[in-house]
């Protein structure tokens, strides 16, 4: 990003390790919310002290390094706020994605959770490296909507590469996806209700797991599925072909966004 802006990515690789503080924090974060503490075994750090150690590197860690670049105030105050922007929107995001329920799994309504929960941790490094390049408030908008939308795609893709894995944490943990509001849109009664039981028992039914897998796999879901990630790939790609920018580092961005957004089911 900041290459496509000025022709140099060196003055963003601390924004770089910003972002993997975030996102390490964040997983891990996000495996504790779903049940999940197989990450402690033979850890040297108990559960309550690695939930805050979590915090520290995905939140404090960060502000730290950004109140210690050597750019103008007015520069370090947009970095902040574009952190603190992030915090919010993504612990948003993940709260509606933990208290979700087939019953209100609409495709605007998922995608909306995911704007949240994936897509604000990228529009928040996006907007960053706009902003330390220099670049006006306008720009800093569009690069922060294309990080935005890009992080929809990015989840899109992690959902499907947790079905073809077999690790099925999205169904063990009652997630609302998006291919399941996929498989409900435009469902019968008859069908949305199977859909909606086989949900509520797959985290303890590996069989409900297998006959809802197989479901989401349907064509016509699949097909309003495809359709869609067509549409959030066009958009980021527009947005990035009306940004413009050195033409050595708009290839990797572009290349980015085709690459999450192949439909692998």
């Not at 992690?158 to 943990?173: A, C, F, K």
């Amino acid at each position: 990003m900041h290459g496509a802006e000025t022709g140099d990515p060196g003055p963003a690789v601390p924004i770089a390790a910003v972002h993997d503080l975030w996102w390490t924090s964040a997983c891990y974060l996000d495996d504790i919310a779903d049940g999940n503490t197989s990450i402690l075994a033979g850890g040297a750090l108990g559960a309550n002290e690695a939930l805050l150690a979590s915090v520290v590197t995905g939140h404090v860690l960060p502000l730290r390094v950004l109140r210690s670049l050597p750019v103008p105030e007015p520069v370090r105050g947009a970095l902040t706020d574009e952190a603190l922007r992030c915090a919010a929107a993504a612990a948003g995001g993940q709260l509606a994605d933990l208290g979700g329920a087939t019953g209100r799994a609409t495709r605007d309504a998922v995608a909306e959770v995911y704007r949240g929960k994936s897509g604000a941790p990228f529009a928040m490094i996006t907007a960053m490296a706009a902003a330390l390049s220099g670049a006006d408030a306008e720009r800093v908008d569009r690069w922060r909507e294309f990080g935005s939308v890009f992080g929809i795609l990015w989840q899109l893709f992690n959902d499907q590469e947790d079905l073809l894995s077999g690790r099925d944490e999205d169904l063990r943990n009652g997630t609302v996806t998006y291919l399941l509001a996929c498989a409900l849109d435009g469902a019968t009664p008859e069908h949305s209700d199977r859909i909606t039981a086989l949900h509520a028992a797959a985290p303890d039914s590996a069989a409900a797991r297998t006959t809802l897998t197989g479901l989401l796999r349907a064509p016509a879901a699949l097909d309003r599925f495809r359709d869609d990630i067509r549409g959030f790939r066009d958009h980021a790609l527009r947005i990035l072909t009306g940004l413009g920018g050195d033409p050595e580092f708009l290839p990797p961005l572009t290349d980015l966004v085709t690459g999450s957004s192949r439909v692998l089911l």
